[in-house]
């Protein structure tokens, strides 16, 4: 069982609330009672309504003592016995499937909040309950999702995303926009950007001595020689060019349909995809329930489950801790990397 602290000694991890009518809670009533056994969840502290998740434990019968605390370090000692909690009391009552828009102040203030005890090195990491982003906007929330707004807050320009499972790590180049104009905006540069990001975070965070890139083309068949499009050679290739003259050591444009069965994954340490889908498709495909998302580029680490809220079971004892266990337990191993170097 994960006792006083968590990897080598580190602070908690600070969980946010997530969306309260989601399912945010439940996953993280539910991680907590995997903190025991051989692959234990390490210590973390919710930022969230105490009373509510409380409420939240008796409804769906989850045998989960809940503790407020009121401050991130008390957090480790009560981690063993209790799911410890920052009391943060929502504006209006939270009922599950159904978002409040009076709640949503929370809710950013539970990112806010994480993001500077993270910076202040009062937590190891952030971790992420998913949010729903339309029921923030007319709170002020003004950001495409929360790679966005992290990035805002850490006051960098150049996010990047990662999604991550034990087989595969996938990196999309443009994130949250339609596809038109996410092949209207790609550039070289872009590319380059995004590639050298990931590489960095890779041997940083990961471990990886040489991190390998295989950089997906954006047409079938990577262009066919120009008889499916021009972008792969006029914008892709020059791209992994440059990361090459690096010394990164990346490979393409590749053919997209070949790059994600077993033995061309063997191959890499991460994709670079050029759009949304093209990454989100094969990690969802390989591992739904277990994939983590990862943000890259930021001065603190963060993670997050790979799902949605779930309005549609929430409240019901349906949902699925995997993923936001695996991204706990990733930003715990990020983070003690980063206090080794």
Not at 29 to 40: E, F, I, T
Not at 98 to 116: F, L, S, Y
Request: proline content about 8%; hydrophobic content about 45%.
């Amino acid at each position: 069982m994960s006792g006083a602290g968590g990897v080598g000694g580190q602070p908690p991890l600070a969980l946010t609330m997530g969306d309260p009518a989601g399912i945010g809670g439940e996953i993280a009533l539910k991680s907590w009672l995997a903190r025991g056994g051989s692959d234990p969840v390490p210590p973390f502290v919710l930022i969230d309504d105490a009373e509510r998740v409380r409420r939240l434990a008796a409804g769906l019968g989850l045998a989960v003592p809940v503790e407020g605390v009121e401050a991130p370090e008390e957090a480790p000692a009560r981690f063993a016995h209790a799911l410890p909690v920052l009391d943060r009391p929502l504006e209006a009552d939270a009922v599950a499937g159904r978002p409040e828009p009076a709640n949503a102040g929370r809710v950013i203030g539970a990112i806010e909040e994480a993001v500077t005890l993270a910076n202040a090195g009062r937590a190891a990491a952030v971790v992420t309950n998913p949010i729903h982003k339309h029921v923030l906007y007319d709170a002020g929330f003004r950001f495409p999702g929360h790679t966005e707004f992290l990035a805002d807050l850490a006051g960098t320009t150049t996010p990047v995303m990662m999604l991550a499972c034990p087989e595969l790590r996938v990196v999309p180049v443009t994130i949250h926009m339609s596809l038109r104009h996410a092949i209207a905006g790609l550039t070289s540069e872009a590319i380059v950007t995004t590639a050298a990001i990931t590489e960095a975070g890779l041997r940083r965070d990961f471990g990886i001595a040489r991190p390998r890139l295989a950089v997906a083309g954006l047409n079938p068949h990577a262009g066919e020689g120009g008889a499916m499009g021009h972008e792969d050679a006029d914008i892709v290739a020059p791209a992994v060019a440059e990361l090459k003259r690096r010394g990164i050591a990346a490979a393409g444009p590749l053919p997209p349909d070949t790059m994600f069965h077993a033995a061309a994954r063997a191959g890499y340490d991460a994709a670079i995809c050029m759009y949304h889908d093209q990454a989100l498709i094969p990690i969802k495909t390989v591992d739904f329930d277990g994939g983590v998302n990862v943000t890259l580029g930021l001065p603190f680490v963060r993670t997050s489950p790979d799902h949605g809220t779930a309005f549609d079971i929430a409240g019901q004892g349906r949902a699925n801790p995997t993923s936001l266990m695996a991204a706990l337990r990733l930003a715990a191993h990020m983070a003690a990397r980063r206090a080794a170097a």
